[in-house]
């Protein structure tokens, strides 16, 4: 199904604020995921900034007074000052950051439909062992020692496993011409 | 570009968190020896970005993530009760007399009425439940085409039409509806070729196809049946307290909770109206009508001018001698606008008159201004209705 455009989600935010937000967060969820990780490198943190800033936004109104276009520079925003905050509040983290990463990140050029449908389809045609391993540690981002303990297989095999599904799927995207 | 081994090995360590310094300058030096190393480490990384883009993508756990958001979040009408509160605190202040700030306040007035106008028309979106509980946003500006649970869904210009592929199998079959909010309104075209025009706040339960023997909807509100005429399959509409059972004709039922009674009125052909005890046959140009928390016996049936009752449909509201309240209540059903009465005596006031959808809201308060010796003023967004 195709996401709404920002002209459409504005107006609906203007008439009733959670479907509004609803679409929005259809939208943008894993957009900005992915780039709060590249801020954080931890996908798990990334998501809960992300969350909360969804949560900060039914308390705010000012999403009312926004024009569409600048409905993902402020997304955007938000979630980088919220990144930034967080890193500040847990300056252990501080070595992991990486800020030039940021630059490229809002262009999202990996965030491509059509390069994420190739994958999609390429993991489900991998043999059976390196399928499972990509699922549970690329998609449901399972830590290693979880996934292997879940496979009935050692740590080593399932790197293993997932450097195979790497080379495999790598392959495939360059049999596709993406342009 | 191949990548070596060991650099896979390293990789797949950084994601995991435990890459140690040794291999991080190992990789580094490698990234540094050519740019098409560092492109090729950048698209092995996109690659496992990509997993976790199919994971955030993911239906369900999109469901999860958003119940888990949404009960972060303030309820909606608590936040309304201190938003009232706050208004009435501004508008004592106001009468305390603040008179300097009148003279501001008209200008500003008139561009918060203006504001308000425009806010009350804007666009609403109808929620089209699957039977998964999958839910679908539809709206009059984007034509969608859906293929779900065994029919071919169009939605166009603020209506819905249900095609069964011709290999649907009928044991199949999958219950949908159709939820339109408040200032809303939808059309639907069922499976057997039936209409029906929904008002705003109401809700029409359907399956994508009908059986053999009986075709049954379910509905809360107010929706305008012109039925497939198919005297093999009745068709029952099925609402709190009674059924309407038709072979074929034109009728409007009201449900609303909000109104002092629901009512079914006929326009052509015959319909009957059952409850579990008895049942009553209507005539066209009647209607039934039954009071709020009355049973079916004390129904009665009276002749109406029918246009009243269905215009609402062609964008049109009448209203015979219907007191204030129960006006506000039907506008705001089409508006998008929170009201409030300063006098409760107001609410009894009677008033017998025509609006149409189009008309601008600041119009139709004028023009009720007029016909009853009431006052329509704003506090920011809110309405209030008081004494001239």
Not at chain 2, 258 to 263: L, P, R, S
């Given at each position: ?100 990463s ?7 050029e990996?965030?491509?439909e059509?390069k ?8 489900q ?55 | ?11 797949i ?33 996109s ?66 009425w ?139 039922v ?26 009553k046959m209507?005539?066209?140009?009647y209607q ?26 062609d ?28 006098d ?32 329509f ?12």
């Open positions: 199904m195709r996401d709404s455009t920002d002209e459409f989600i504005i107006s609906v935010v203007k008439n009733d604020k959670s479907q509004g937000l609803r679409l929005i967060f259809e939208k943008y969820y894993a957009m900005l995921v992915i780039f709060a990780q590249k801020l954080m490198k931890d996908a798990m943190v990334a998501e809960d900034i992300v969350q909360d800033m969804f949560v900060k936004l039914w308390n705010l109104d000012y999403l009312f007074h926004l024009k569409s276009k600048e409905l993902k520079p402020y997304l955007y925003t938000s979630v980088r000052n919220a990144a930034i905050n967080h890193i500040k509040r847990n300056a252990k983290q501080q070595n992991n950051v990486d800020f030039l940021t630059e490229a990140a809002e262009e999202n990996l965030f491509d059509e994420i449908t190739i994958i999609y389809k390429s993991i045609r991998l043999p059976e062992r390196t399928r499972m391993a990509v699922e549970k540690v690329m998609i449901e981002r399972q830590k290693y020692q979880d996934a292997a303990d879940s496979m009935d297989i050692s740590i080593n095999t399932l790197k293993y496993l997932l450097k195979d599904g790497l080379k495999k799927l790598r392959a495939e995207l360059h049999s596709v011409d993406l342009d | 570009m191949d990548i070596p081994e060991f650099i896979y090995d390293i990789i360590e950084e994601q995991e968190g435990t890459l140690n310094a040794e291999n991080k300058a190992v990789l580094s030096k490698w990234l540094n020896e050519s740019s098409k190393n560092h492109e090729a480490y950048l698209e092995v990384k690659i496992w970005d990509a997993g976790l883009v199919l994971k955030l993508q993911d239906k369900d756990y999109q469901n999860t993530v958003w119940d888990k958001i949404k009960s972060q979040a303030p309820s909606r009408t608590r936040s309304i009760k201190r938003w009232i509160q706050i208004s009435v605190a501004a508008s004592v202040a106001l009468l305390a007399g603040v008179y300097a700030l009148l003279y501001y306040s008209k200008i500003e007035n008139e561009a918060q203006a504001k308000v106008s425009e806010l009350a028309k804007a666009e609403v979106p109808v929620k089209l439940v699957l039977s998964s509980g999958e839910e679908i946003i539809l709206s009059d500006s984007i034509e969608k085409y859906l293929d779900v649970e065994g029919s071919n869904i169009q939605s166009k210009k603020g209506v819905i039409s249900y095609q069964n592929k011709k290999e649907n199998n009928k044991d199949f079959i999958a219950y949908h509806e159709l939820i339109v909010s408040k200032r809303g309104r939808h059309d639907i075209q069922l499976a057997d070729g039936t209409v029906v025009n929904i008002n705003s706040e109401s809700k029409l339960k359907y399956p994508n196809q009908f059986n053999d023997s009986i075709r049954e909807v379910w509905l809360t509100g107010e929706a305008y049946f012109s039925v497939a005429h198919n005297p093999q399959k009745p068709f029952i509409v099925h609402s709190n307290g009674f059924d309407t059972r038709v072979l074929g004709t034109e009728f409007n009201n449900t609303y909770n909000d109104e002092k009674q629901n009512t079914v009125t006929l326009v052509n052909g015959s319909v009957k109206l059952i409850s579990k005890a008895d049942s209507l005539k066209p140009g039934f009508s039954i009071k709020k928390g009355e049973d079916f016996k004390s129904s009665e049936i009276n002749k109406i001018d029918v246009a009243l009752y269905t215009a609402w449909k964008g049109i509201l009448f209203f015979d001698n219907i007191t204030l309240e129960q006006l506000m209540i039907r506008i705001s059903r089409w508006y998008n606008f929170e009201y409030q009465f300063d409760d005596l107001l609410k009894e006031k009677l008033y017998t008159g025509g609006i149409k959808k189009k008309d601008d809201l600041t119009k139709i308060f004028r023009i009720i201004e007029k016909v009853n010796d009431v006052k003023s704003l506090n920011d967004d809110l309405i209030i209705i008081s004494n001239k």
